[in-house]
């Protein structure tokens, strides 16, 4: 039997679930690339604040995107996060915050951001080989990857986590605030009519409390090479 899959991993899940850690080990691991979908997100945002666009605008938002132009690298040595440029500029830690984040999920639940992000994520995606994270990698983006994963862990875990991730950039953190943001973040993605963060029906949902990272990565490792994937790539 050939299964028409893709040669893709795919880690949703929501915010401090521990996705970017794991999803960049798993990549290294793997010997992929690693697609921070969330950076894309940010970008647009962080585009719409400079330039003093309301997302609500449909007519500016548009043009926009039509124009956008965004590169995603490898973080730097010693560094967590991909580097990112948009229209050649690079754009730092900016795209970080917690606002930036409150920001994303406004712009992401608007159809006009998602169709453009989405298709270039499938550009990204088309030669195989990636690991994705995201909120809806592998319900919409690559419904045909071959391995597909949702990690969570409890609100006030993955507030810590963001918190340290913060405090470690030299960010002053009210951890209260930062949970309360989380909590509402995510009641935003899940709740969203399109693309909404929810496990793909044929993901392998973890939760990541009380685990180490080393040990999320050698569940998902040990996974994949008991399936292997009979697709094109
Ligand atoms: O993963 P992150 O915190 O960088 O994502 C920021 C926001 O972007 C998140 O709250 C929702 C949105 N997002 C999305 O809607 N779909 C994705 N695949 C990735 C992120």
Redesign the pocket.
């Known amino acids: 039997m050939v299964v028409d899959k893709q040669r893709i991993v795919t880690i949703?899940g929501p915010?401090g679930g521990g996705?970017?850690t794991v999803s960049r080990a798993l990549a290294a691991k793997l010997h992929f690339t690693y697609l921070?979908?969330?950076?894309?997100?940010?970008a647009v945002a962080f585009q719409c604040r400079q330039k003093g666009i309301d997302p609500a605008d449909d007519h500016r938002l548009g043009a926009l995107l039509a124009t956008f132009c965004i590169e995603l690298l490898p973080p730097d040595p010693g560094e967590d996060d991909v580097r990112v440029l948009i229209d050649g500029q690079e754009v730092g830690n900016q795209l970080r915050t917690p606002e930036m984040?409150m920001l994303?999920?406004r712009v992401?639940?608007l159809p006009l951001v998602?169709q453009t992000l989405t298709r270039l994520q499938r550009e990204i995606g088309a030669g195989g080989r990636i690991v994705a994270?995201?909120?809806?990698?592998g319900t919409v983006?690559f419904p045909k990857a071959a391995w597909k994963f949702f990690l969570d862990a409890g609100p006030e875990v993955r507030a810590r986590r963001r918190a340290a991730q913060l405090r470690g950039k030299g960010e002053q953190v009210d951890e209260r605030q930062l949970l309360a943001q989380i909590i509402q973040?995510d009641r935003?993605?899940r709740e969203r009519s399109i693309?909404p963060?929810k496990a793909a029906p044929d993901a392998l949902s973890i939760d990541s409390t009380g685990l180490a990272v080393e040990e999320v990565v050698r569940r998902m490792y040990d996974r994949i090479l008991a399936t292997p994937c009979c697709g094109r790539q």
């Open positions: 949703d915010s996705k970017s921070d979908t969330g950076a894309m997100y940010r984040g994303a999920s992401s639940a998602r994270e995201g909120r809806d990698t983006v973040r935003d993605d693309a963060l």
